[in-house]
């Protein structure tokens, strides 16, 4: 397949698979509880299990993939080892448990604001519809924010500017419960947000690929993955236990903790830089 095709359809099926396995569970958080008579906990403590899969899953896929190339493990994975040095290099610098603190906290605010906003925003007075378009902007700003954060990145840095993302998102999760009664303010705080829905995706490998190379790139970013998952797993039950009316301070507070810390990270964004442009 040529490379064109193989870059289109990539991109395809994961727009779809994002669509059909992530976006579309919050809308449907609240009849699954009522269809099934189970709690909003119980219906997310499901999902949790899926994403624990999944962190169970990263190093070994990480490692294949050092080995063997992505394209068989992406197959693969849509159809249902030594590390070496580089990685023992990562392991021993405190910037990359610096940012990995970051990144976690980071993924642990964005799914469960990703999971419950629709429930949120219901529990807020706003009909079904109009929580499932308002929280429909994360999706779609999602890819604003990547276009943005790019450009950005090629003058700024892109640890920079992640750090600001992330803080204008901790801005817009923060505000949101004080004007979430109207559904234009609503709109303006899930905007901020949403900003930085994906921006993690494309900071993330530019980054741990500028800072510790190519080289065992995969076990390295499966390494960080981990935690990450587990996050993104743990973090909507525990969300939905505290509340769905008082969950999204701690969000704010994890957006805010990751920006601080990507903040003071900054100083080697050089060379991030470098191989963000050379790509």
């Not at 579309?24 to 949790?48: D, K, M, Q, R, Y």
């Not at 604001?113 to 807020?124: D, E, K, N």
């Not at 957006?255 to 963000?276: E, G, H, I, M, S």
Request: aromatic share 8%; charged share 10%; glycine share 10%.
């Amino acid at each position: 397949m040529r490379p064109r095709r193989l870059v289109a359809t990539l991109a395809v099926t994961q727009t779809v698979g994002y669509g059909v396995l992530f976006y579309a569970f919050p809308v449907l958080l609240t009849p699954i509880a009522e269809n099934l008579h189970a709690s909003t906990a119980a219906v997310t403590g499901a999902a949790t299990v899926s994403i624990l899969v999944a962190a169970a899953a990263a190093i070994p896929v990480g490692r294949w993939l050092d080995r063997h190339g992505g394209r068989a493990a992406m197959t693969a994975g849509s159809v249902p080892g030594a590390a070496g040095m580089p990685v023992r290099e990562a392991l021993r610098d405190i910037r990359f448990w610096v940012l990995t603190v970051a990144f976690v906290a980071h993924a642990a605010a964005v799914s469960a604001v990703g999971v419950l906003l629709v429930a949120y925003l219901r529990h807020a007075g706003h009909s079904a519809t109009a929580a499932a378009t308002i929280s429909g902007l994360l999706g779609v700003l999602s890819v604003t924010g990547r276009l943005a954060t790019t450009g950005l990145a090629r003058r700024h840095g892109m640890t920079a500017v992640t750090a600001v993302v992330f803080a204008v998102q901790a801005a817009g999760v923060a505000v949101l419960p004080h004007v979430s009664g109207s559904i234009a303010w609503a709109a303006v705080c899930i905007t901020a947000f949403g900003l930085g829905f994906g921006v993690a995706t494309i900071a993330r490998p530019a980054i741990l690929a500028g800072r510790y190379g190519t080289h065992r790139y995969a076990t390295i970013a499966a390494t960080m993955a981990v935690p990450m998952t587990l996050a993104k797993a743990g973090a909507p039950l525990a969300a939905a236990g505290l509340g769905i009316g008082r969950f999204l301070s701690w969000a704010a507070v994890a957006c805010l903790l990751a920006a601080a810390l990507l903040w003071t990270n900054r100083v080697d964004t050089a060379k991030v830089t470098q191989y963000f442009l050379s790509q």
